[in-house]
């Protein structure tokens, strides 16, 4: 608990500015939904047929995973691209079902006595509404609304995958980490605002059925929800323009690199707005196409064959040439490589390897009906993963592979809930956790090496970005990114620290 306060302390202005991005989150699209879904609500209420469709519609946003509705939404205009935008749209309609089905709930349940009553005292059909059915459905609305609310806390922290802020950032953080720390560091405060607004709302519910001045209980109400939008909203501190964003994937080595990337640009003399630890390959080549994004980090190997579902690319000029060509119609530049080859590791515990002689994957092949896979959701569904290792290999394992976050699969290794999975070259988690990388002795694997992707338009409007990139060419080896994620990973240090370090040694 000491350093979970420690961390607190030492990151206050960012705790402050994300826990703000995660209410106005979930207030803004609560408020949304209820503006939508009450009108939405009383409509099904009296048109039965119609309600069934709203329903039936609103049952199914709210079946589909938080982070496929995300993947969907970010693509489509409008409503899509990186940041808060298609956050609120989900976060949105996440919050319609229970709204409306409180709605529905709320004036189907009214005494028709009562309805009668004020249809003899001469009340049209809006004025019952307003001032008869309305009133009475409010507790019920109100407790959809509650629902609503703590399930928008929850989906609101996944909304981090694609660069929308909030608490989440922490939770990803420290997942990309295996660090508790900063894991909770995002969960616990999370898990508070959904207990206080959860209160919060439990507290007028009630007041409204007690039936205690509900006027009173509703303009109190709305002051203590203005107040939180007001804390939420109220800007950090000064900020200047933003021109360059960088972005990077969920892992340590992405997010170091977006770091770097970001403060030789600041040192050249622009701002820089960070959207770092977004979702994988698809969520990064989507924002640089769209312009969520000006630039990040690919790999040249990842580029050719996963982004653009080429033929594997057998060596590094290669693979450089493809790339460059195949992004150059996107209006999208592969500047100059950054100096390391991160292709994929497959890797084994140490003694498992000692114990049965297995130096390369093809000794593995031999002995593959003793081990459990583990890989991460992307290296099972690209061409250049494990469909076509199973094929250059011969492997039949022991079972189907089990899928998971790139961020965990090194401790599952360690900890034997699996025995072989496919890491990343540079991970300082192989010494750290006494792993072993097998040869691709077949050649499978092509190319890997980083390079900046970046939109052509925000190199030509801003020379600094291609000053501080050429800074950058040949400037990183597979020793330094090893030492750098060894930091991070291993000693804990923060991204931005080990980053500031390598950019202040580097030549002017």
Not at 79 to 87: K, N
Not at 201 to 229: D, F, G, N, Y
Not at 407 to 420: F, K
């Amino acid at each position: 608990m000491s350093g979970l306060v420690e961390f607190w302390s030492s990151h206050r202005a960012e705790t402050l500015a994300l826990i703000r991005q995660h209410v106005l989150l979930v207030v803004t699209s609560t408020v949304v939904a209820v503006l939508v879904a009450v009108p939405a609500g009383v409509l099904a209420a009296r048109r039965p047929a119609f309600g069934r469709i709203v329903l039936f519609v609103a049952n199914i946003a709210q079946t589909i995973p938080s982070l496929a509705l995300l993947g969907f939404l970010l693509p489509l205009p409008f409503v899509g691209g990186i940041g808060p935008r298609t956050a609120l749209v989900t976060l949105t309609l996440y919050a319609l079902l229970p709204v409306i089905r409180n709605t529905v709930s709320g004036l189907t349940s009214i005494d028709r006595a009562i309805l009668e009553s004020g249809t003899a005292l001469g009340m049209t059909s809006r004025q019952r509404l307003f001032m008869v059915e309305l009133p009475l459905a409010l507790p019920t609305i109100v407790a959809g609304v509650r629902v609503a609310t703590v399930i928008g806390v929850g989906t609101a922290a996944v909304a981090a995958a694609i660069g929308a802020g909030g608490l989440g950032e922490y939770i990803f953080r420290g997942l990309a980490m295996v660090d508790s720390t900063t894991i909770l560091a995002g969960a616990v405060p999370a898990a508070v605002m959904a207990i206080s607004l959860d209160g919060l709302l439990a507290w007028l519910e009630h007041a409204l059925q007690r039936r205690r001045r509900p006027t009173a209980t509703m303009a109190v109400a709305a002051a203590m929800l203005a107040l939180i939008v007001a804390v939420a909203a109220w800007p950090a501190g000064a900020r200047g323009t933003a021109p360059v964003v960088v972005g990077s994937k969920n892992f340590t080595e992405q997010v170091l690199l977006g770091e770097i990337i970001a403060q030789t640009i600041e040192a050249e003399g622009l701002s820089v707005s960070r959207k770092l630890n977004l979702g994988g390959t698809l969520i990064c080549d989507t924002a640089v196409r769209s312009g969520g994004i000006d630039l990040y980090v690919e790999y040249t190997g990842t580029a050719v064959t996963a982004v653009f579902k080429g033929d594997v690319p057998q060596g590094s000029a290669e693979a450089l040439t493809r790339a460059r060509a195949l992004y150059a119609p996107l209006g999208l530049t592969v500047t100059a490589p950054l100096g390391f080859n991160n292709t994929f590791a497959i890797l084994v515990r140490t003694a498992d390897a000692q114990s049965l002689g297995l130096r390369t994957i093809a000794d593995l092949s031999k002995e593959a009906d003793r081990f459990r896979p583990g890989f991460g959701h992307e290296f099972l569904q690209r061409e250049d993963g494990f469909p076509g290792l199973t094929r250059r290999y011969g492997l039949a394992f022991a079972a189907a592979p089990r899928a998971m976050e790139l961020s965990l699969i090194y401790q599952a290794l360690a900890d034997r809930q699996v025995d072989v999975i496919a890491g990343d070259a540079t991970s300082a988690l192989i010494d750290a956790l006494d792993l072993t990388m097998l040869e691709d002795s077949r050649h499978y694997f092509p190319p890997y090496d980083a390079v900046p992707v970046a939109r052509a338009e925000t190199l030509a409007r801003h020379p600094e970005v291609d000053r501080a990139l050429a800074r950058l060419a040949g400037r990183i080896s597979a020793k330094d990114m090893r030492a750098m994620n060894r930091a991070v990973d291993v000693l804990h240090e923060r991204p931005r620290d080990v980053a500031a370090r390598f950019v202040g040694e580097l030549p002017r």
